[in-house]
């Protein structure tokens, strides 16, 4: 019986992950025809301003070449009566002024390519985490953030979260006005600073200045009288929660997925002694190597966001001062398209990718085996001595990745709720290792993503639906080749996000290696066809909105819905005039920059988690003091995970 169960599930599974993996292919093979229809071939004799030159002048004449292509439908938006003589069918725009597309001028082209291409290109895409001598991967990824971004920005606001998870947990150990080791600094103390790295900065130094570690700071400390006890301990537990948010950027391997695997990265992380081995020097090395390999440039990164902001509220700016124009208009929709990159890549900033993740996987390994190493016989684990991490999997990289560290800080929640201690007394006392292990099983997906999920939704969701927006409503009113194409992206986008968390959550679940490894290689495989066709769509999208290949007869007419089908050969002050269209631009404007609002969450939880990662511990302490220092102004971000 439990066999047969199994057969109608693995059918069942097969059909629904048929059917929805194609139906984003037929959708993007109806657009690709309907758009091929007009954009297949450059006609080098097309000039719509000669043509509407011409048709006005035979329409004005009433001559019946001419008369016989007046549009007698709808003209939606229009206000007032409908002057028939200033529109023609689509038809009549073939006969008179000729098929295929009419490529746009230089000066067109160079403002598209200056106003969007670079900084997307040349300065959001090139600040992306990637790897070094890793080229097809890094193509692979590439394809899986432009063609699947829903998934990629949920999965990296699920790291956030969990990282933000391990920061909240230290930060609640001390009061708001204080650090471990460091008292609250009066005014003059922190004038003093200020003036000493002003003059440091000005005057400049020779002195080679190495980031002051933890050991430093303890004999600063003791020096001065301090009780350092619980700074000691806020340190080593520093270090093992930084350790956690870097394993839990790597995979396991499937046979790793045990409770015993789980437990031994908890005791590996946070005993406090071990027979054999110095464990908290081990982890104070491992803590101070990987901060050092975590990857910089912030800056540039900023600066890069700064440009796209800038650019788009030029193209704003400039598509309401030409309402109506098609250039102004389509350049707007376009930036707000991408509006949701520059939210993926300030993600990045959090989770951050290391600058050889190679050698991080080592370290991280060797530390496991060798505290695998001195563990009872009865207790060591084989897989860890094999190869216990697999691939990077930060960023989205990896599908169906859900991390380690989730399930083990669950473990500690439940362990400090049932003790009612705190965090600092549980780890001195060992409590902090008993219990809780049957809280959440590692790597399984958990419910609460599905709050990162929805909200990765709506910032893609919002910026291509304002983009259709602003290009449905730019005369000729209608669905035409712009917001067609971004429906399409944003469908197909959409469709890779249902399979890949709801049917492959589904495959995941069974305890069934068959049905496991068989049906996720085969939705791995059409994941990623999917996610390679959607970025090849976008660039599509990017180059025809560049180069004028949307600027034809069929485009122009909005011929893919049931509204539009005609021509118009006006000008920006009869589109003022004449169309009611300025309140859907502001509404498409408004909803596709509401994303843009996430990079200050991202820019939040950088500087509430920073402190894990800062490698000067005194710099560190500076950052946590500054955090306590706006929540106590701004009490409404103690509340943000």
Not at 244 to 250: D, G
Not at 608 to 615: D, I, K, R
Request: hydrophobic content about 45%; proline content about 3%; glycine content about 8%.
């Amino acid at each position: 019986m439990m066999a047969r169960r199994t057969s109608v599930q693995l059918q069942f599974l097969l059909i629904l992950l048929v059917f929805l993996s194609f139906c984003p292919y037929l959708i993007a093979a109806s657009a690709a025809r309907s758009a091929a229809r007009s954009a297949s071939r450059r006609n080098p004799k097309l000039d719509f301003d000669k043509c509407g030159a011409r048709v006005k002048r035979g329409l004005n004449r009433y001559d019946s070449d001419f008369l016989q292509f007046i549009w007698r439908g709808p003209v939606d938006e229009f206000r007032g009566p409908v002057n028939r003589f200033l529109f023609i069918t689509y038809e009549g725009c073939v006969y008179h002024c000729g098929d295929g597309y009419m490529q746009y001028s230089w000066t067109k082209i160079s403002g598209t390519i200056t106003t969007w291409v670079l900084p997307l290109a040349g300065g959001l895409l090139l600040q992306a985490p990637y790897e070094s001598n890793e080229m097809f991967s890094t193509i692979l990824v590439i394809c899986r953030w432009l063609g699947s971004p829903m998934a990629s920005l949920a999965y990296t606001l699920w790291n956030i979260r969990v990282t933000g998870r391990c920061a909240s947990r230290l930060r609640t150990v001390f009061a708001q006005r204080t650090t471990p080791g460091f008292p609250h600094r009066a005014p003059q103390h922190l004038l003093q600073r200020g003036w000493d790295r002003f003059s440091k900065e000005c005057c400049g130094t020779t002195e080679l200045v190495e980031p002051k570690g933890w050991d430093t700071v303890m004999e600063e400390g003791i020096a001065l009288g301090r009780d350092m006890d619980d700074a000691k301990s806020f340190a080593e537990l520093r270090d093992s929660f930084y350790i956690l948010c870097v394993l839990n950027q790597y995979g396991l391997i499937h046979a790793d997925r045990s409770d015993a695997t789980k437990i031994l990265i908890r005791h590996a992380l946070f005993s406090t002694t071990q027979t054999g081995q110095d464990l908290i020097g081990a982890r104070r090395t491992l803590a101070a190597k990987i901060r050092r390999e975590r990857k910089h440039g912030l800056v540039q990164v900023f600066v890069a966001m700064m440009w796209f902001l800038i650019a788009l509220i030029i193209s704003i700016y400039n598509a309401f001062e030409h309402l109506g124009e098609n250039a102004t208009a389509h350049d707007l929709g376009f930036g707000l398209l991408m509006s949701w990159f520059p939210v993926l890549i300030s993600c990045t900033l959090v989770d951050r990718n290391p600058t050889n993740s190679g050698h991080t996987k080592a370290a991280l390994q060797a530390f496991l085996r060798t505290f695998n190493r001195h563990r009872p016989p009865n207790e060591q684990i084989e897989q860890i001595e094999n190869a216990s991490l697999t691939q990077y999997c930060g960023q989205g990289r990896v599908k169906w990745h859900y991390g380690a560290a989730n399930s083990i800080i669950d473990d500690i929640d439940a362990c400090l709720q049932v003790t009612q201690t705190s965090l600092l007394v549980a780890y001195r006392d060992g409590t902090l290792l008993t219990g809780g292990e049957q809280s959440t099983r590692l790597w399984r997906f958990d419910r609460r993503e599905v709050v990162q999920v929805i909200i990765a939704g709506f910032i893609v969701g919002l910026s291509a639906i304002g983009a259709a927006v602003i290009s449905y409503h730019t005369p000729t009113v209608g669905l035409a080749c712009r917001a067609g194409g971004y429906l399409v992206f944003i469908c197909i986008a959409f469709g890779a996000l249902l399979l890949e968390f709801i049917i492959g959550w589904g495959v995941v679940r069974p305890n069934n290696s068959y049905t496991r490894g068989f049906f996720l290689t085969c939705l791995r495989i059409v994941l990623t066809v999917m996610e390679i066709v959607n970025a090849a769509w976008l660039v599509y999208i990017i180059s025809a909105q560049t180069f004028g290949t949307y600027n034809s007869c069929w485009c122009k007419s909005s011929q893919w819905g049931s509204k539009g089908g005609y021509m118009d050969f006006l000008k920006e002050p009869d589109y003022k005039e004449m169309f009611d269209i300025e309140r859907a631009w502001i509404a498409a404007a408004v909803v596709g920059s509401l994303p843009l609002f996430a990079i200050i969450y991202t820019v939040h939880q950088w500087c509430t988690q920073s402190f894990l990662w800062t490698e000067d511990y005194d710099k560190a302490m500076a950052g946590l003091r500054h955090r306590f220092f706006f929540t106590r102004r701004l009490p409404f971000t103690r509340r943000l995970p």
